[in-house]
């Protein structure tokens, strides 16, 4: 088989590589992945910044979807030319999630799917919705999970008001869902065009953080001074102390990342004077991947995003670092 591997960490680094595609063992399921899509997780464990004692070398990347091409004889669940997508943590099947559940991501604890075959263990995937491409149903193990568990979380309702940042992939999920429960949403990005992309898509408001910093103050505005029901927090360090005077007296942060870092001291006042929560998502189970799925087969809906071939992998990946991206960056395979 072919596959990206991580032999020393950075972009430049990664290596295009034959390797021995992977034994089927019993209860294995071999996949002909035809499409990957990049998160930002992967980006960072490239480049040695997510992980830097990671065994190498490693085959990166979380999402794929592909077709099934043989089965281990224990294999009851599947059979060749079944369209599938990896899940996320290999070990997290249903229920909460627990230390031994978060063992065996893809793409980090073990081999992920910048592969032109993988074999995961048939409890590991999940079907693909029928109206999605490979490419399409690649961006969805990852991003719109932890996307659709922010709102799960944030018990959003018609009427409810979310606060998206930026358009990368998580925040574009998070605002096609936040529409399909009937939620208004807002939103904020370093560029005036991604703002109207996302406002054709639904987005109620936008605003522009890099000429209007003070992002908070306009969310209460929006609110009539209430503040937002959710906030779907991306940006970490960099973004949660506005994040926790943009919410609403009760209201919930959903944090989600750390794009801006990771370690911030705490307005600690402002968590307790408005009884706030903090909410962490790690992604989602198998379940939930299945139940998101239901709803994105019932809808219809799309995942949004740029295409390209996976021999430009290095280069999508810088595309990821510059962040010039909307939604998501997929890589066909093969
Ligand atoms: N906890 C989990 O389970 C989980 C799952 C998935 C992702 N994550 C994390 O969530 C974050 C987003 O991941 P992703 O894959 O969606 O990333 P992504 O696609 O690379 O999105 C990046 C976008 O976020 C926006 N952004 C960057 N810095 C910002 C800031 N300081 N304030 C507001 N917006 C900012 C920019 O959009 P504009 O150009 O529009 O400003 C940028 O293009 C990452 O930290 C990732 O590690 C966590």
């Given at each position: 088989?072919?596959?990206?591997?991580?032999?020393?960490?950075?972009?430049?680094?990664?290596?295009?590589?034959?390797?021995?595609?992977?034994?089927?063992?019993?209860?294995?399921?071999?996949?002909?992945?035809?499409?990957?899509?990049?998160?930002?997780?992967?980006?960072?464990?490239?480049?040695?910044?997510?992980?830097?004692?990671?065994?190498?070398?490693?085959?990166?990347?979380?999402?794929?979807?592909?077709?099934?091409?043989?089965?281990?004889?224990?294999?009851?669940?599947?059979?060749?030319?079944?369209r599938?997508?990896?899940?996320?943590?290999?070990?997290?099947?249903?229920?909460?999630?627990?230390?031994?559940?978060?063992?065996?991501?893809?793409?980090?604890?073990?081999?992920?799917?910048?592969?032109?075959?993988?074999?995961?263990?048939?409890?590991?995937?999940?079907e693909i919705p029928e109206h999605l491409s490979f490419?399409e149903a690649?961006?969805l193990?990852?991003?719109?999970?932890?996307?659709?568990?922010?709102?799960?979380?944030?018990?959003?309702?018609?009427?409810?008001?979310?606060?998206?940042?930026?358009?990368?992939?998580?925040?574009?999920?998070?605002?096609?869902?936040?529409?399909?429960?009937?939620?208004?949403?807002?939103?904020?990005?370093?560029?005036?065009?991604?703002?109207?992309?996302?406002?054709?898509?639904?987005?109620?408001?936008?605003?522009?953080?890099?000429?209007?910093?003070?992002?908070?103050?306009?969310?209460?505005?929006?609110?009539?001074?209430?503040?937002?029901?959710?906030?779907?927090?991306?940006?970490?360090?960099?973004?949660?102390?506005?994040?926790?005077?943009?919410?609403?007296?009760?209201?919930?942060?959903?944090?989600?990342?750390?794009?801006?870092?990771?370690?911030?001291?705490?307005?600690?006042?402002?968590?307790?004077?408005?009884?706030?929560?903090?909410?962490?998502?790690?992604?989602?189970?198998?379940?939930?991947?299945?139940?998101?799925n239901r709803a994105v087969t019932l809808a219809q809906l799309r995942p949004?995003?740029?295409?390209?071939?996976?021999?430009?992998?290095?280069?999508?990946?810088?595309?990821?670092?510059?962040?010039?991206?909307?939604?998501?960056?997929?890589?066909?395979?093969?």
């Amino acid at each position: 088989m072919r596959a990206w591997q991580i032999s020393s960490f950075g972009i430049d680094s990664l290596e295009f590589v034959e390797r021995p595609t992977p034994a089927l063992g019993p209860r294995g399921v071999l996949i002909a992945v035809r499409a990957v899509s990049l998160n930002f997780r992967d980006l960072m464990i490239v480049k040695g910044l997510y992980n830097p004692k990671m065994r190498l070398p490693r085959i990166p990347c979380s999402d794929g979807a592909g077709e099934v091409v043989e089965v281990g004889p224990g294999v009851t669940a599947w059979k060749p030319g079944d369209r599938v997508a990896g899940i996320f943590m290999q070990a997290w099947l249903d229920g909460p999630l627990s230390a031994e559940r978060t063992r065996g991501a893809l793409g980090g604890d073990t081999d992920g799917m910048l592969a032109d075959f993988v074999v995961l263990n048939q409890d590991g995937l999940v079907e693909i919705p029928e109206h999605l491409s490979f490419q399409e149903a690649s961006t969805l193990p990852c991003a719109a999970v932890t996307a659709w568990n922010a709102l799960a979380a944030g018990d959003v309702k018609p009427g409810t008001t979310v606060l998206i940042q930026g358009t990368g992939g998580v925040s574009i999920f998070a605002l096609q869902f936040a529409r399909l429960r009937g939620a208004r949403v807002i939103g904020i990005s370093s560029s005036y065009e991604k703002l109207e992309r996302a406002s054709s898509m639904g987005l109620d408001a936008g605003l522009n953080y890099r000429d209007n910093p003070e992002w908070d103050r306009w969310a209460l505005d929006q609110t009539g001074g209430e503040g937002v029901d959710l906030v779907v927090e991306v940006g970490g360090s960099g973004t949660l102390p506005r994040s926790l005077k943009a919410v609403r007296y009760g209201g919930m942060v959903a944090q989600v990342g750390v794009l801006s870092g990771a370690a911030e001291p705490l307005a600690i006042p402002t968590i307790l004077h408005k009884m706030a929560r903090i909410h962490g998502i790690y992604v989602g189970s198998r379940s939930d991947f299945i139940q998101m799925n239901r709803a994105v087969t019932l809808a219809q809906l799309r995942p949004v995003g740029e295409e390209f071939h996976w021999t430009q992998a290095r280069e999508v990946l810088e595309k990821m670092e510059e962040g010039s991206h909307f939604g998501k960056l997929v890589l066909t395979v093969g």
